[in-house]
């Protein structure tokens, strides 16, 4: 049993450092750090939330304070003759302001990024999906971050020499400082598809064939493998990789760093082997130890039976200065190191001068992702499938002037964070939907073939599973391969839950009065993995995609039995699921091709309909919101 730190729950007063709008943390009760002789702090799927959480007081610490806090980190086990290593698994652009509303979009994100001393670092798909990103990469991170970015299965068409090579070094041996622990590391992008031709990604299991993978798991001067992926830690990538290695060398401790899925979990392989995954967006911060490994002064001598296994510890931290401040024993005054100071001013600039607290309207009320079910008034989807989709589609042109009904299908993993009631302002408007995607359409679908789309993008598993990419919110696809930790999902259908919905709300509300609502991981070492003492947030699954029905001029999401449709209707969609729409379609036989498809708003993106909306129905005109 970890002890809980009770002491130290007096008031806090203003946060120093942290983004000066965001909210000051509020104390809670702490598990503490759990040191071992190797130490490592994780950070994945940022996507570009430098600044932190400025509506969420148990997120606002920024990366000026993770920088501090590193310091203060490195410093103790530098003193205390252990070793601390920072690992991060990518996706650290695309989903927030900074990074999608700067032009170039990299403007500001590889300077701030590189301000951490990182010492083992990765690519995610995001990174991938366009050539300029992937570009990015190969000018900005890879040369920051030398020798510490590693591409175990990535390559890239150099845009200097359009020769096709490794990203970064395929794998990194090193030693550690203090205790001299011998480590080789790879770093793994799970098997994507989507990206840009200007990377190829080879696949996981040709990977551990080739000859230089082979090779280098068969050396026997080491301590431990390190394994850091943009990969979900349930994979069947990361099986792959743990068993090859583990085939090579029975003994050897083998840790892995995971992600992609936006959850904490904790995954254990073996009594020698384990993995972390460390959340997402700057909500956390993943703490990992081992003791009990080879050193140095244990001499390196082949592992003799009588040795201690080695002993793996993981917390899940909170990123806010309450936590900070409390893990690294620094207060209010100390913890700011003149490192970190700069780059919270640095992202503070940056946000200033991308006019990120430009409002465009107040929301009347919260409208949650995943913390209610579709449909229900508190839904994100329903919001959109119900108001602002039906709303915006009304008025193109092909419904004013040509008097055409539309079926507008988008996919739910392509809105990426609530909306909370009051300003909706223009960094909330990327943090919802940060992607460049704009709306397409196929014109004069047959109805009845267009009414059997969505229930086909939402069901058609064979169908769907060809592209090896998904449409519904990572969290939820990471449910979906951890049932046995969420039996309450067994459940059926989403749309059949609302009124327990409403009971479960009402019930977590009373029963933990005296807990902050937050993370309640349940991962493969139990419960008691996350730093702050929390009362559960509810979740709900959402299907892959929605939709909105506009038919001579009225609009519902709900197609059931419709008598009123015209015999043709346009399917609109966003430019992301483009691909998808086309396959049912053709499931359906209707052959559409991609001549077929237009912009249904010619030159505006999403975003910058929903901002459309917002300021139209939403709008105060200056006013601040209440
Ligand atoms: C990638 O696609 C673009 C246009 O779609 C094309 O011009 C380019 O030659 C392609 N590059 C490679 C490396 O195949
Ligand atoms: C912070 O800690 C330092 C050193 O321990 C101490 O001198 C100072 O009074 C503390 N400041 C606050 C605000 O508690
Ligand atoms: C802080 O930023 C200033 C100006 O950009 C720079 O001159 C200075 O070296 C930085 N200091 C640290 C400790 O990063």
Sequence with gaps: MMKIALTGLAFLGPALCAQPSAPSPIPAPLRPLPWGQLNFLHTTDIHGWWGGHLQEPSYSADWGDYISFAKHLRDRADAEGRDLLLIDTGDRIEGNAIYDSSKPRGKFTYEIAKEQHIDLICSGNHELYKQESADGEFYHTVPDFSPNYIASNLDIYNPKTARLEALAPRFKKFTTENQGIRILAFGFLFDFTGNANNTVIHKVKDTVQEGWFQHAIQDKELDLIVVIGHVDVRSDEYATLYATIRAAQPDIPIQFFGGHRHIRDYRIFDDKSVAIASGRYMETIGFMSINGLNTRSSSHHPRKSQEPKPTFSRLYIDNNLYSLHHHSAKNLTTFP?????????????????????????????????????????????????????????????????????????INTGGIRFDIFKGAFTKDTAFLVSPFTSRLRYVKDVPSQVAVRVLPLLNHGEPMMKEQGIDLAPPEVVARKLRRQFFPELLRPAFSKLESNAQAQLALSATEHHNLIPGYTTHDDAGTDGDDTIHSPIDFFEVPNCIQAVVSQGDSKSDLAEDASLPTHIDIVYNEFIEKWVLMALRYLGESYKLEDTEEYFPGKSFTQLMVEWVEKYWGVDGEECE
């Design 337 to 409: 190191t003149p490192n970190g100071l700069n780059v919270t001013t640095q992202i503070n600039s940056a946000r200033h001068s991308l006019h990120l607290n430009r409002l465009y309207g107040c929301a009347p009320r919260d409208l949650w992702v995943n913390r209610a079910p579709y449909p229900h008034p508190s839904s994100i989807f329903s919001w959109l499938s119900d108001s602002m989709l039906p709303d915006t589609v009304k008025t193109s042109s092909r419904v004013q002037e040509s008097g055409k009904s539309a079926i507008a299908i």
